[in-house]
T-cell receptor, first 114, second 111 residues
Framework: EPEVTQTPSHQVTQMGQEVILRCVPISNHLYFYWYRQILGQKVEFLVSFYNNEISEKSEIFDDQFSVERPDGSNFTLKIRSTKLEDSAMYFC????????????FGPGTRLTVL | RKEVEQDPGPFNVPEGATVAFNCTYSNSASQSFFWYRQDCRKEPKLLMSVYSSGNEDGRFTAQLNRASQYISLLIRDSKLSDSATYLCVVNGMNRDDKIIFGKGTRLHILP
């Protein structure tokens, strides 16, 4: 069964450093998403991406965040200057159809900012 | 009012019992509704979409009440493996509207 994969599974970084979280969506999916979940909190939408551009972003997704699809398979989330409060689980998801369709989630990357 | 609200639980339910939880949403223009399941420290996985007419998948039944702006999930003959957090997910009117997750309802099935 096709699945979304994410690397690394755990990333530890110093405050102020840049991190890149990587995702490989399901190959025939066209819509890609990033979410975050702070420990014990709800899953929060960050950004959706379609046709090589951002289609929707939340207020959390400020200038320190960016997304990119550098090639035909990878979808990345970059956090430019990490803050302590960026520590969370980051989930990538993909879907065939926007909004109404099932989103398939990757296993997540646990980001720890020290 | 929170955009998507759920009773956090936990619901402690004996195996074999029936359990139901509701989720309320604030945006009356919301069009798409889902129940996801999340196991501890794992990713959310779609349990079922919620259709206007209500829908059933085995032991699981989902209902939508647009007038009162809530969706519900009923689990019959609960199994130990049903223990998880159940996330209510709501999407807006446009395809690009952000998807909003509820905080989840924790369910513990007791042997």
């Amino acid at each position: 069964e096709p699945e979304v994969t994410q690397t690394p599974s755990h990333q530890v970084t110093q405050m102020g450093q840049e991190v890149i979280l990587r995702c490989v969506p399901i190959s025939n999916h066209l819509y890609f998403y990033w979410y975050r979940q702070i420990l014990g909190q709800k899953v929060e939408f960050l950004v959706s991406f379609y046709n090589n551009e951002i289609s929707e972003k939340s207020e959390i997704f400020d200038d320190q965040f960016s997304v990119e699809r550098p090639d035909g398979s990878n979808f990345t989330l970059k956090i430019r200057s990490t803050k302590l409060e960026d520590s969370a689980m980051y989930f990538c998801a993909s879907s065939e159809v926007a909004g109404v369709g099932e989103q398939f989630f990757g296993p997540g990357t646990r980001l720890t900012v020290l | 009012r929170k955009e998507v609200e759920q009773d956090p639980g936990p619901f402690n339910v004996p195996e074999g019992a029936t359990v139901a939880f509701n989720c309320t949403y604030s945006n009356s223009a919301s069009q798409s509704f889902f129940w996801y399941r999340q196991d501890c420290r794992k990713e959310p996985k779609l349990l079922m979409s919620v259709y206007s007419s209500g829908n059933e998948d085995g032991r699981f039944t989902a209902q939508l009440n647009r007038a009162s702006q809530y969706i519900s999930l009923l689990i019959r003959d609960s199994k130990l493996s049903d223990s998880a957090t159940y996330l209510c997910v709501v999407n807006g009117m446009n395809r690009d509207d952000k998807i909003i997750f509820g905080k989840g309802t924790r369910l513990h099935i007791l042997p």
